[in-house]
């Protein structure tokens, strides 16, 4: 596979992580009691659209006319998952924040084997992810707090 490829299948991975917490944090809002995390989730929601925007313009650039624009099937059986236990809990808003903590563990992931893996990224990719990288670690260290105190809060 040729190196513009890689990076373009690289940005593709991301962009569908991206879908996946876009629609994760949509539903987590509409689930949740607290209206200061409706609003937090709500906010992390348009925050993963305009960042998958990005990247997909990035593979547009890079000439593919069609950069991912949907969710990964995981991410549809992680939500499958969230709507169960959110449904089971009685929109118990601890077990919400616990699955959307579970989610950005995986988004963080997903951005660090990006950077790890693509050193061969052009600047100003490589700038776009390592920006959102730092966004998303800083989204996942916030909910994995405000889990942290709604567990104690109990």
């Known amino acids: 596979m040729s190196q513009t490829k890689e990076i373009i299948s690289t940005l593709n991975s991301l962009i569908e992580t991206l879908k996946d917490g876009q629609e994760g944090f949509r539903q ?24 998958a925007g ?5 593979v547009i650039q890079l000439g593919d006319s069609e950069p991912e624009k949907t969710s990964s099937t995981a991410g549809a059986l992680h939500r499958t998952w969230i709507n169960m236990k959110s449904a089971i809990t009685s ?8 699955e959307c903590e579970r989610g950005e563990d995986s988004a963080v992931a997903e951005y660090k084997k990006a950077m790890d893996e693509d050193a061969r990224l052009s600047a100003p990719v490589r700038e ?8 998303v670690k800083a989204a996942h260290d916030q909910v994995w707090a405000l889990r942290d105190a709604s567990k104690n809060a109990s």
């Open 28 to 51: 987590a809002s509409e689930a949740v009691n607290d209206s200061q995390l409706k609003s937090l989730f709500s906010e992390f929601s348009l925050q993963r659209s305009k960042f």
């Open 128 to 135: 776009t992810v390592s920006r959102q990288y730092t966004a």
């Open 54 to 58: 990005e990247l997909q313009n990035h």
């Open 91 to 98: 929109r118990d808003d601890h077990a919400i924040l616990s």
